[in-house]
């Protein structure tokens, strides 16, 4: 089974903090997602990596970096946090073909 | 911009009967389509995936793609209150590994 796992379920920050969420998978998976999910939004990409040290920009970058030193671990990181940024935080991974992407438990993120 | 639609719902049904969820996609050229469980609170699970015109069936659940229409739809047979979640609905654009995900549909199995 392929496991992803994240570091945090839940975490509460102050407005302005630097934000670090890690997102670990056990498949030698290739590619590797970060989401956020909002209600009535769905899930937005916000970064993608294909490969260690590559990145793409997904759908809403602004205000969050990335970071792939290591085939399995992929970080997200929230440069100065802002209110508008409290959500949910999916990570997702998926090896190369037609396979599915596996979704991490999630991190519920609070800034305050 | 590519877009995978979904009808929010909620969709109501009750205990015993069957739930249809319908997605349609705006990408042609889309090969592999995806059905995810989502329940409160939780992260996406993979209960479906479909890549050939035609139905697939597993268990209760059966996927139906028709590609020359463009939407894909998911059928819960005998569905049960457990069966209540958001239902979302995948499909990578061609050439990507970048999916897609509609909003979702609530479905509510009525005890």
């Known amino acids: 089974d392929v496991k992803v796992t994240q570091s945090s379920r839940y975490l509460v920050k102050r407005t302005g903090e630097k934000v670090f969420l890690e997102c670990v998978q056990d498949?030698?998976?290739?590619?590797m997602f970060w989401y956020r999910q909002d209600p009535g939004l769905g899930l937005r990409l916000i970064y993608f990596s294909y490969d260690v040290k590559m990145k793409e920009k997904g759908d809403i970058p602004e205000g969050y970096s990335v970071s792939r030193e290591k085939k399995e671990r992929f970080s997200l990181i929230l440069e100065s946090a802002s209110t508008n940024q409290t959500s949910m935080y999916l990570c997702?991974?998926?090896?190369?073909?037609?396979?599915?992407?596996?979704f991490g438990p999630g991190t519920r993120l609070l800034v305050l | 911009q590519k877009e995978v639609e979904q009808n929010s719902g909620p969709l109501s049904v009750p205990e015993g009967a069957i739930a249809s969820l319908n997605c349609t996609y705006s990408d042609r050229g889309s090969q592999s389509f995806f059905w995810y469980r989502q329940y409160s609170g939780k992260s996406p699970e993979l209960i479906m995936s479909i890549y050939s015109n035609g139905d697939k069936e597993d268990g209760r659940f059966t996927a139906q793609l028709n590609k020359a229409s463009q939407y894909v739809s998911l059928l819960i047979r005998d569905s049960q209150p457990s069966d209540s979640a958001t239902y979302l609905c995948a499909v990578p654009p061609s050439g990507t590994y970048k999916y897609i995900f509609g909003t979702g549909t609530r479905l509510k199995v009525l005890a």
């Open positions: 997702a991974s998926l090896g190369q073909g037609r396979e599915t992407q596996y």
């Open positions: 498949m030698d998976h290739e590619n």
